[in-house]
């Protein structure tokens, strides 16, 4: 039997401020870091010692030695040291020490909103930088919301004097005009994202008031045509619901002084059979000087450690079944040509 190499590295913090960030409440970001790589870690004074078998050991000591440069500034929990433990199992640790970055902006309760991912910065960061961004990836990416702190940044600042928010309204086949009520009424569901986006951002009394000003525009996606949005910050939610034709008309509605964010989950497709806008103009548009596109990905979810654990036990149990599926396939006996297999 092949004896399983065991090493023991130490990872100094420095301080006892930055050993209490990292080992997280009654030591439970240092316990995680333990039961998921299979290691043993203890600390002795401001230093974290780790021992076990020598891959896991490795990703470890790269771990705790990259929240070491993040923790004087950074809060860190067991959702982002599971999220760090990953980007080093993918050889991607570098990578940890970006996550420390300034206030993208402080909602009406004052809570800061930072970028929790490598993806969530790199999207902020071209939004910054770029006056159109498409922002591709799944539920739960943040795209939406950080596309929104942005946009009230933006105005608090001064940048823009106007926020529209815009959205296809196709969601289950449903049509506005079967939908009861007032114009409000029938586009407030598909709309209700964007609205829960902005109160938390404004609070509820700063978010009426811009809205009854006009500094703040709601409105289904057909309501674009015909406009020129100049010195405002436009989103398009939900873009993945829209045609080609529609895409075209929403990204030549830009007028000076404008910045556009186009967000969407190509996964979530609900054109019955038409080709998505949000794909056509993403295939033909990037690399065009100005505009960005930035894809997101599952890692970029920003999710409970037990919630990473049951996708990894559906992937295997995925594996599984296509190994399966497979086997079977190369077992099934071929007909010859006019030949019947018994049981048919």
Do not use: W
């Not at 230093?47 to 004087?72: N, P, Q, T, W």
């Not at 005009?177 to 409000?184: I, M, R």
């Amino acid at each position: 039997m092949e004896k399983i190499e065991r090493i023991k590295r130490t990872v100094d913090t420095g301080s006892v401020d930055r050993l209490a960030r990292i080992l997280g409440t009654f030591d439970e970001n240092l316990n995680f870091l333990s039961r998921e790589l299979g290691i043993v870690a203890y600390v002795d004074g401001v230093k974290i010692h780790l021992e076990g078998d020598v891959d896991e050991v490795r990703i470890g000591a790269e771990v705790l030695s990259s929240l070491v440069k993040i923790a004087g500034s950074e809060s860190i929990d067991k959702t982002k040291m599971a999220y760090c433990i990953e980007l080093a199992k993918e050889g991607r640790s570098g990578e940890i020490s970006t996550l420390e970055s300034g206030v993208i902006a402080i909602t009406a309760r004052g809570k800061q909103i930072k970028c929790k991912t490598v993806g969530q910065k790199t999207y902020v960061d071209a939004i910054k930088k770029n006056t159109v961004v498409f922002g591709v990836g799944p539920a739960g990416t943040g795209k939406t919301y950080l596309a929104v702190c942005m946009a009230v940044s933006a105005f608090k600042s001064k940048q823009v004097e106007k926020i529209i928010l815009t959205r296809p309204a196709v969601e289950a086949g449903e049509k506005l005009g079967f939908l009861p009520g007032d114009l409000h009424e029938k586009v407030d569901p598909y709309l209700r994202p964007l609205y829960d986006a902005l109160q938390e951002m404004l609070g509820l009394e700063t978010y009426g008031k811009l809205m009854e000003r006009g500094a703040i525009e709601v409105a289904p996606l057909a309501y674009m045509r015909g406009r020129t949005l100049s010195n405002a910050f436009i989103i398009l939610d939900e873009a993945q619901n829209t045609t080609k034709e529609q895409m075209k008309m929403f990204l030549t509605r830009m007028g000076e002084g404008s910045k556009t964010v186009v967000t969407g989950d190509v996964t979530q497709i609900d054109l019955d059979g038409k080709d998505s806008g949000l794909v056509h103009a993403t295939d033909i548009l990037d690399g065009v000087d100005g505009i960005a596109v930035c894809r997101l990905t599952a890692k970029d979810v920003v999710r409970h450690p037990l919630v990473m654990r049951i996708i990894r036990a559906y992937e295997k149990d995925a594996e599984k079944a296509d190994k399966s599926a497979l086997e079977k396939t190369r077992k099934t006996p071929k007909k010859k040509d006019g030949e019947t297999v018994e049981g048919e």
